[in-house]
């Protein structure tokens, strides 16, 4: 993304050491148009959720998308269960992060 004059901001919450609550005000003041997630465990992925129905719940419009491990190889069952997940890049994300933030920002289709 930013190779292509995007802004892009990183944040990480473990590394902070925020809660849920912290991460969910953080994201907020922020305000993203397209937030994504690395998630490589379970355990990770619980937290995730936690974060996203938080939002989502406070009134978060942004695009979420999931990426990294977990999601590659559960991306049916996590789109189905999850209706604060907007999308899953699976495998390789580099191209199709931008590709996703280009379809968002033309209102293309994401099929």
């Known amino acids: 993304l930013r190779r292509n004059n995007i802004k892009v901001d990183i944040y990480d919450a473990y590394l902070e ?14 305000k993203p148009d397209l937030l994504g ?19 989502r719940e406070r009134g978060f419009l942004g695009h ?7 999601p590659t190889f559960n991306h049916e069952n996590i789109l189905r269960e999850n ?16 590709d996703l933030y280009e379809a968002l920002n033309e209102n293309r289709s994401l099929q």
């Open 37 to 55: 997630f690395t998630v490589m465990a379970n355990l990770a992925f619980l937290m995730v959720i936690k974060i996203t129905c938080k939002l």
């Open 64 to 70: 979420i998308v999931l990426g990294g491990h977990y």
């Open 17 to 30: 050491e925020h809660s849920i609550s912290q991460t969910v005000d953080n994201i907020l003041m922020y």
């Open 83 to 98: 209706c604060s997940i907007d999308s899953i890049i699976r495998g390789e994300g580099e191209e199709s992060l931008l």
